[in-house]
């Protein structure tokens, strides 16, 4: 085996500049496909952080009695598990806070003499899916003193759209990334066994078997992948800490931390892209040593 993993390396060597070349072309497509893997994990955690945000909101009626807010507050309370914290406010404070936001524009509420507003309840959820605002709609359908209620259904709706197609195009993008390897592997070995084929003729000759040819030139494929792979995620790694550094002090991302790959995902990364390149390598020389078989 020493032998082989010699011969790997050597071949490494002989074809040095073509292999940097081959270096390079594949670290910067592995930098890519895993840029947009990263991309859409981050993303998916941003949206995930976004949906924590939604609030459910319960207006009540304006005549609603103490009674019927004292059931709304108990059928919340079996609810505690998934709610992160309630809030009531009352007519005044809302109206209070409808000023507070419309500073710039108070020819909205020049003239109200009459508070329009109702009293609600705003409710933060640990997390908000469809089978929770179900079971909130459930509740609140059976509830005399509510005017109405945002289940925030619309922006659950636009997030979890955009998060598919945002998942579907950064796999697709990775998918192409992860084929066009295993095409450029697949063309440089065929071009290296070509380039090398007397020299398998004479192995062939002497008794070598199929796999005794194959070794070295799936060793030398092992050797490019294993370093563009660690050229790759280092230049990745290096960007990822570079705008972590430099974006903690924007107010918006104090609240999202960005995410690189844990070692379980990194282990998948390159287990993935080694098989990849042995698998093009395994079909480039098998072509060759079978056309050569049937010529014999």
Do not use: H, W
Request: with cysteine; net charge negative; proline share 1%.
């Amino acid at each position: 085996m020493f032998f082989f993993i010699k011969e790997g390396i050597l071949n490494f060597f002989r074809n040095k500049y073509t292999n940097l070349l081959v270096l390079l072309v594949l670290s910067v497509s592995i930098f890519f496909a895993s840029l947009f893997y990263l991309l859409s994990k981050n993303i998916d955690y941003l949206l995930e952080q976004i949906k924590r945000d939604i609030s459910i909101i319960v207006y009540l009626d304006d005549n609603i009695s103490l009674a019927q807010r004292q059931k709304i507050e108990e059928e919340l309370k079996t609810l505690q598990s998934i709610i992160e914290m309630i809030k009531f406010i009352d007519k005044d404070a809302a109206l209070e806070d409808l000023r507070m936001k419309s500073k710039e524009l108070p020819q909205l509420i020049e003239g109200i003499i009459d508070n329009p507003l109702p009293a609600y309840y705003e409710i933060e959820l640990k997390k908000i899916d469809d089978k929770i605002i179900t079971a909130f709609k459930q509740i609140f359908s059976n509830l005399a003193g509510i005017e109405s209620v945002d289940y925030g259904e619309k922006n659950l709706y636009r997030l979890e759209e955009l998060r598919k197609k945002i998942n579907i195009t950064m796999i697709s993008v990775s998918v192409i990334m992860a084929l066009f390897i295993l095409f450029i592997i697949y063309n440089i070995q065929q071009l290296a066994i070509f380039n090398r084929r007397e020299e398998i003729e004479i192995q062939k000759m002497i008794g070598a078997t199929k796999m005794n040819i194959r070794l070295p030139f799936l060793i030398e494929t092992l050797i490019i992948i294993i370093i563009s792979i660690i050229l790759a995620q280092g230049f990745l790694f290096a960007i990822y800490k570079g705008i972590t550094n430099n974006i903690i002090n924007y107010s918006f991302f104090k609240n999202y931390n960005l995410l690189f790959f844990d070692k379980y995902e990194l282990l998948y990364i390159f287990c993935g892209f080694c098989f990849i390149a042995i698998f093009a390598a395994v079909i480039a020389v098998s072509k060759f040593l079978n056309m050569t078989t049937d010529e014999d």
